[in-house]
C-alpha cells in the first residue's frame, strides 16, 4: 500500500533558489529514503535519514525527518537545471525488503 | 559496466500476448526486486526475491510470474497480457538480505505498450 505523500505535486523554481519537498508517511520506519527520477530514466538514491536522525546533509541536500509528526523534507540549495526531475521519498515496507514509495514531486528548474 | 540492466527498454506488443523482461544486476547483490510505475508516476512493489527465494509477491496477478535462474538475474514473464498491464516495470537490486529499507539500485526501466 503506498505510504508516502510527497506535497507539493508540481514545483517550479528559477536556477539558484532553494527547492523544499515534503513527504508524510503512515507507520512507524527504520528509516526513510529519498531518490530522484530523470525522465525516461530509472530511480537513483539520494539520501537516506535513520530513524534516530533530525537531519542529514549530503552537497547541496538536506534533509529532516519528523517521527513525531511523520513528516520528512528534502531540500535542494542552489538549484540547477539539471536538478530537473521528480523526487520520491520511500520508507520500508513491513517485510523490511522492499520500499514504499510516494507519489513524488516534479521539480522543474529554468535557467 | 552498467549495475542493472532491463532488456528490452520498449516493448509494444497486442492484448492477450505473452512476454517477458530480462534483469540482470552485477553488483553481486542479494535481493532483487520488480516494480511497476504508472502513468501517474506511481511506483508499486510488485516482487522481491532474495538469493533466489521469492520473498514478496504483492497481490499481483498470476499472469505474472517472476523467475530468478541465479541471484544476479530476475527476470519477470507476463502471461496474456491485458491493456492494463501497460506501464513502466523497473527491476531493483540491493546489498543485504533482510536488512531494513537498504538502498536500492534500479535498472533504466522497460516500458510496456499494450495494444
Known amino acids: 500500500s503506498q505510504q508516502g505523500e510527497e506535497d507539493p505535486q508540481a514545483l517550479s523554481i528559477q536556477e539558484g533558489e532553494n527547492a523544499t519537498m515534503n513527504c508524510s508517511y503512515k507507520t512507524s520506519i527504520n528509516n526513510l529514503q529519498w531518490y530522484r527520477q530523470n525522465s525516461g530514466r530509472g530511480l537513483v538514491h539520494l539520501i537516506l535519514i535513520r530513524s534516530n536522525e533530525r537531519e542529514k546533509h549530503s552537497g547541496r541536500l538536506r534533509v529532516t525527518l519528523d517521527t513525531s509528526k511523520k513528516s520528512s523534507s528534502l531540500l535542494i540549495t542552489a538549484s540547477r537545471a539539471a536538478d530537473t526531475a521528480s523526487y520520491f521519498c520511500?520508507?520500508?515496507?513491513?517485510?523490511?525488503?522492499?520500499?514504499?514509495f510516494g507519489k513524488g514531486t516534479s521539480l522543474l528548474v529554468t535557467p | 559496466d552498467t549495475a542493472v540492466s532491463q532488456t528490452p527498454k520498449y516493448l509494444v506488443t497486442q492484448m492477450g500476448n505473452d512476454k517477458s523482461i530480462k534483469c540482470e544486476q552485477n553488483?553481486?547483490?542479494?535481493?532483487m526486486y520488480w516494480y511497476k510505475q504508472d502513468s501517474k508516476k506511481f511506483l508499486k512493489i510488485m516482487f522481491s526475491y532474495n538469493n533466489k527465494e521469492l520473498i514478496i509477491n504483492e497481490t499481483v496477478p498470476n499472469r505474472f510470474s517472476p523467475k530468478s535462474p541465479d541471484k544476479a538475474h530476475l527476470n519477470l514473464h507476463i502471461n496474456s497480457l491485458e491493456l492494463g498491464d501497460s506501464a513502466v516495470y523497473f527491476c531493483a537490486s540491493s546489498p543485504l538480505a533482510g536488512g531494513p529499507g537498504d538502498t536500492q539500485y534500479f535498472g533504466p526501466g522497460t516500458r510496456l505498450t499494450v495494444l
Open positions: 520511500a520508507t520500508n515496507s513491513n517485510s523490511g525488503y522492499a520500499l514504499n
Open positions: 553488483l553481486g547483490h542479494d535481493t
